[in-house]
């Protein structure tokens, strides 16, 4: 993970990259005895699924793609990765979720403050976007690409600090922002996907997305602070 010092103190950290194929393999081997937030009362099953946006599950292979960004997955199977994982799924710096509609603010969410480091810039590696640095419309690449290592010149990080990969770009990361607390509400995702470009990718880049809705563009990582146990 990666340590993000906070303006006013304290800190908390981040996945340096998106969940890969074979971490949420790893999960799904272990299994889960915690129950899901009520929010996610309809979903029974924690595994990639196929659907319109997810017609094969050509992305998801721990085997033959174990660092490509896990896919497929809804809100509810993020979250409980992430608390499986002894994180959660980036919300509030606060603590909890993150207020729907105060997202794209770097004071409020994790996502947001890590990407913008602090709010020092728009885009994860500077003040203006740059075709082709990450994984986007403009790239060779006609999918998801293997985090970290496919576009290095993909990342941030504070000084002395490990770094972060992705965050725009490669696939959309679901975050724990959303407009109420039944499976029908939406959730926000965050940083873009392959196919963006511009505005899409920069750090205050938001989807409305229904929190049981799956996608092969769509995937997360995860957060920690020091307040959890």
């Not at 340590?3 to 299994?31: H, R, W």
């Not at 207020?99 to 994860?124: E, F, I, K, M």
Request: glycine share 12%; with cysteine.
């Amino acid at each position: 993970m990666a340590k993000m010092p906070l303006a006013g103190g304290g800190f908390f950290c981040i996945d340096s990259t998106e969940v890969t194929n074979a971490q949420y393999e790893a999960f799904l081997t272990l299994g889960t005895g915690a129950a899901q937030p009520s929010g996610c009362s309809t979903n029974s099953t924690y595994a990639p699924q196929s659907g319109s946006d997810c017609p094969n599950l050509s992305h998801y292979d721990p085997s033959g793609r174990p660092n490509f960004p896990i896919t497929c997955i809804d809100w509810c199977d993020a979250y409980m990765y992430c608390q499986e994982a002894g994180k959660r799924l980036c919300g509030a710096i606060e603590g909890g979720a993150v207020p729907w509609g105060s997202n794209t603010n770097h004071t409020v969410s994790q996502w947001d403050n890590a990407c913008s480091l602090g709010g020092s810039r728009a885009y994860q590696y500077g003040p203006n976007y740059m075709s082709g640095r990450c994984n986007d419309v403009s790239s060779p690449v006609t999918g998801p690409a293997q985090v970290a290592i496919s576009f290095p010149t993909c990342s941030s990080n504070w000084p002395g600090e490990a770094s972060m990969y992705d965050l725009s770009g490669n696939v959309q990361e679901w975050e724990n922002s959303c407009s109420g607390s039944d499976p029908t509400s939406n959730c926000a995702a965050r940083g873009g996907d392959w196919l963006g470009s511009g505005a899409a990718l920069s750090c205050d880049g938001s989807v409305t997305v229904s929190r049981m809705t799956r996608s092969q563009k769509r995937g997360f990582r995860c957060c920690w602070d020091p307040s959890m146990p």
